[in-house]
């Protein structure tokens, strides 16, 4: 069998990866940011860049010259939505937990090697963190829902991850060491619950519980996220056994949904 490279797959490959890049904020990124992060050279990211524009997948905002997502994306997003009724399923389990905590809820998925962040329901509490908002991506094991997800994964899984911790990690390996990460993975599993005590971002602390899919796999997380005086060890259970309950319920709708 030929065993030569499908014609084109790098291609591919450069524009997944131009998209999820853009897709990481609402307000895009500029030319700059998109090379540096995708590692390629400047005119060859320009010509994909445009080349997705002229395909609607991608617009650049006229103000800031930021490359944003595309009316295309929002359309195929729709069609999506209907294979996966996360919105439907997931939403009045943040609505609840917004409610009853005052913090900022938020719902999500593990896609590979990362977490990305699909939902969100603003709590009533005035003071917030803005660590999180939806497109947001961390690697899998960083923040609570990161590590909601990868406490529940296979030891060997965890292992493969946890071998080249920096590479994976990346620039918040300095705050999410190796020993951290292990430690943290450790409280979770007897919890049922992960602490992110502000190592993302300092002075703002999150929660999470994993959702499992049919296999009983950690797929999707709940999380909570606030300033530090909200997440006091006494408080800590409250919060656990509210994101815990939600993942139950919505481990079991999903379940059912599939």
């Not at 409280?187 to 999470?208: D, F, H, Q």
Request: proline residues 5%; hydrophobic residues 45%; contains cysteine.
């Amino acid at each position: 069998m030929n065993s030569a490279p499908v014609q084109g797959a790098q291609v591919v490959s450069r524009v997944a990866a131009l998209l999820r890049i853009v897709g990481r904020k609402p307000e895009g990124s500029p030319l700059v940011e998109l090379v540096r992060e995708s590692g390629l050279t400047r005119p060859t990211a320009h010509r994909l860049l445009s080349s997705l524009a002229a395909e609607g997948l991608l617009d650049q905002e006229p103000r800031s010259g930021n490359w944003v997502l595309g009316p295309e994306i929002l359309l195929m997003g729709s069609v999506a939505s209907a294979r996966f009724p996360l919105e439907d399923i997931a939403r009045p389990s943040l609505r609840r937990l917004a409610e009853e905590t005052g913090e900022s809820a938020f719902f999500s998925i593990r896609r590979g090697a990362e977490t990305v962040c699909l939902l969100r329901e603003e709590g009533s509490f005035p003071v917030r963190s803005f660590v999180l908002h939806e497109g947001v991506r961390f690697p899998l094991g960083v923040a609570s829902a990161g590590t909601a997800i990868m406490a529940f994964l296979p030891a060997e899984e965890q292992d493969q991850f946890l071998a080249d911790w920096a590479a994976h990690a990346g620039s918040f390996a300095a705050a999410h060491t190796q020993a951290v990460v292990r430690k943290n993975l450790a409280a979770t599993r007897e919890a049922g619950y992960s602490v992110n005590p502000g190592l993302v971002l300092e002075g703002s602390w999150g929660m999470g519980a994993a959702v499992f899919d049919q296999r009983g796999r950690p797929a999707w997380a709940l999380s909570l996220t606030g300033i530090e005086p909200r997440f006091r060890e006494e408080r800590r259970e409250f919060l656990g056994r509210l994101l815990m309950d939600e993942a139950h319920r919505i481990s079991t709708l999903l379940q059912g949904a599939r």
